[in-house]
T-cell receptor, first 109, second 112 residues
Framework: AQRVTQPEKLLSVFKGAPVELKCNYS??????LFWYVQYSRQRLQLLLR??SRESIKGFTADLNKGETSFHLKKPFAQEEDSAMYYC???????????FGQGTRLTINP | EAGVTQSPTHLIKTRGQQATLRCSPI?????VYWYQQALGLGLQFLLW???????NRGNFPPRFSGRQFPNYSSELNVNALELEDSALYLC???????????FGPGTRLTVT
């Protein structure tokens, strides 16, 4: 079965500290993973995808197939990073996204 | 570029009634997805429509149904409402890259 697990519902760090939001997945096919973000009073939006190996707003995420993980990282957190973050797995052929439960990140000043 | 729009913003129904939720995708997008975000359950995939056809559905009972119109807008219908149907219903649209889904603001359905 396809599953995405985000073990932390809440994560709180201080401004300037490193951030790591954990994501683990279970999928028998070739995984395509994404991070979506929802800022306060805004819509859910795509943050980054593993295929592009890009850095968006200072965030990066590396797909580790051995550990079936796709953790989101940022070396120095900023207050505007406070948001709800969802890890998502794209199911080939079914064209649907399987989302994790989400992690609410709070950056303290 | 106008984003995905959904109506109504809020909907209050009583148990047993029917609810109809509407979604207009981004211009040029042919695929529409529906998700349910219930408290504590995260985002659950409901339905995918493309080119007017239902292409895939999630693990929801048949009383959750919908359709896509020729202009690619979509309706989600929930029949015989139950209390546990209370949730935020999100619509998303995409073009040829299904993972790059653009979400609407959602419709908050409350069943009393």
């Amino acid at each position: 079965a396809q599953r995405v697990t985000q073990p932390e519902k809440l994560l709180s760090v201080f401004k300037g500290a490193p951030v790591e939001l954990k994501c683990n997945y279970s999928y028998s096919g070739s995984p395509e993973l994404f991070w979506y973000v929802q800022y306060s009073r805004q819509r859910l939006q795509l943050l980054l995808r593993h295929i592009s190996r890009e850095s968006i707003k200072g965030f990066t995420a590396d797909l580790n197939k051995g550990e079936t993980s796709f953790h989101l990282k940022k070396p120095f957190a900023q207050e505007e990073d406070s948001a709800m973050y969802y890890c998502a797995l794209s199911i080939q052929g079914a064209q649907k996204l399987v989302f994790g439960q989400g992690t609410r990140l709070t950056i303290n000043p | 570029e106008a984003g995905v729009t959904q109506s109504p913003t809020h909907l209050i129904k009583t148990r047993g009634q029917q609810a109809t939720l509407r979604c207009s995708p981004i211009s040029g997008h042919t695929s529409v997805y529906w998700y349910q975000q219930a408290l504590g359950l995260g985002l659950q995939f409901l339905l995918w429509y493309d080119e007017g056809e239902e292409r895939n559905r999630g693990n929801f009972p048949p009383r959750f149904s919908g359709r896509q119109f020729p202009n690619y807008s979509s309706e989600l219908n929930v029949n015989a409402l139950e209390l546990e149907d209370s949730a935020l219903y999100l619509c998303a649209s995409s073009s040829y890259r299904p993972y790059e889904q653009y979400f609407g603001p959602g419709t908050r359905l409350t069943v009393t």
